[in-house]
């Protein structure tokens, strides 16, 4: 079945530098994409979603790139500020109307002032 | 806005109680999950529900039960609960079973002494 690898695993970035999380996918037919933010003590809230035939998207400081010859999904944020400090969690699944969603092991994120 | 609403935010209970958790979801929304999230931040699939029927049962022990009313509730039950257990719970919801973004709840978070 899918398995999804994310890294690192927890990234600390001073305010203002932009911090990229990387996550690696093992099946080609992947075909929707998802990158959620879990702040503490709360559940997880979508950022963004691609489709397999979207290869990069922005938004508000936020870009998504999808490489799908080397099955990677990045999410890149510029700019991070200390609101963006959290855990964020990348999420695949495949075409079918039954697919499974496949979370990476999530990234703890730090902006430091 | 919260429109995935979990009781209780927390419970602590002792080795081999009953404990059950509660999630209503006000968007509508035809399907219903649980999720694990471990002291790591991994997140696992339990349950999930469509119009009150039963989709996926992942490999969970028998103690574990989900409960489902009508399409906007979707509960859990732990007969027996034991230390690894603890964890928080997060249900979610998707306008449909495939492929939708997830709505999730803030969690319930069990501690078992």
């Known amino acids: 079945g899918e398995q999804v690898e994310q890294r690192p695993p927890h990234l600390s970035v001073p305010e203002g530098d932009s911090a990229v999380i990387i996550c690696t996918y093992t099946?080609?037919?992947?075909?929707?994409f998802y990158w959620y933010k879990q702040e503490p003590g709360a559940g997880l809230q979508l950022l963004m979603s691609v489709f397999s035939n979207v290869d990069r998207k922005e938004e508000q400081g936020l870009t998504v790139l999808l490489n799908k010859k080397d099955k990677q999904l990045s999410l890149n944020l510029t700019a991070a500020h200390p609101g963006d400090s959290a855990v964020y969690f990348c999420?695949?699944?495949?075409?079918?109307?039954?697919?499974?969603?496949?979370f990476g092991q999530g990234t703890s994120l730090s902006v430091v002032p | 806005e919260t429109a995935v609403f979990q009781t209780p935010n927390y419970h602590v209970t002792q080795v081999g109680n009953e404990v059950s958790f509660n999630c209503k979801q006000t968007l509508g929304h035809d399907t219903m999950y649980w999720y694990k999230q471990d002291s790591k931040k991994l997140l696992k699939i339990m349950f999930s529900y469509n119009n009150k029927q039963l989709i996926v049962n992942e490999t969970v022990p028998r103690r574990f039960s989900p409960q489902s009313s009508d399409k906007a509730h979707l509960n859990l039950r732990i007969k027996s609960v034991e230390p690894e257990d603890s964890a928080v719970y997060l249900c979610a919801s998707s306008r449909t079973i495939s492929n939708e973004r997830l709505f999730f709840g803030h969690g319930t978070k069990l501690s078992v002494l």
């Open positions: 999420a695949v699944s495949g075409s079918s109307s039954f697919s499974k969603l496949v």
């Open positions: 099946d080609s037919a992947t075909a929707y």
